[in-house]
C-alpha cells in the first residue's frame, strides 16, 4: 500500500495552520498548498469557485475581500475570511489604507454598511 509522506521543510507556522485543521480534507488540501509554497489566497491561486467573494474593498494594489469560510468552526452562525488581495505575511506590511479597507469590511459584516 503506498504511503504519502509530507515534506520534512514545514516550518513552525506551517505546522500550527495544519493542527488548526477541521476536517481531513482541509488538512489535505493545506497540506499540498504548504509542500508548494503557494499562497492559496493571492490571485493567482484563488479558488473563486470555491471562495464565493460576498464584497471587497479597495484595489488590486490594497484591497481586500470577504468570504464564507468553507471550512467553518462548528457552532458558528458565520464564519467569514477576510484577506488582503496582494501578498502580505504579516499586519506589520499593512498600510493606513490596508487598515481602513480591511475595516470596511469588518463594517460591512457587522451590518454596518
Request: with cysteine.
Given at each position: ?8 521543510s514545514f516550518?513552525?507556522e506551517?505546522i ?8 481531513y ?12 509554497r503557494?499562497c ?5 491561486h484563488f ?11 479597495g ?7 470577504v ?17 488582503p ?10 498600510t493606513?489604507?490596508?487598515?481602513e ?11 454596518g454598511?
Amino acid at each position: 500500500m503506498p504511503t504519502e509522506t509530507l515534506p520534512l521543510s514545514f516550518e513552525e507556522e506551517d505546522i500550527a495552520t495544519l493542527l488548526n485543521t477541521r476536517t481531513y480534507k482541509q488538512y489535505c488540501e493545506m497540506a499540498e498548498w504548504i509542500s508548494r509554497r503557494v499562497c492559496r489566497f493571492c490571485p493567482d491561486h484563488f479558488d473563486y469557485t470555491k471562495n464565493r467573494i460576498l464584497r471587497t474593498s479597495g484595489t488590486v494594489i490594497d484591497g481586500w475581500r470577504v468570504w464564507i469560510n468553507p471550512y467553518p468552526l462548528k457552532h458558528t452562525a458565520r464564519h467569514y475570511i477576510i484577506a488582503p488581495i496582494r501578498h502580505i505575511e504579516h499586519v506589520a506590511q499593512m498600510t493606513n489604507v490596508d487598515w481602513e479597507n480591511h475595516s470596511r469590511l469588518i463594517d460591512f459584516l457587522a451590518g454596518g454598511v
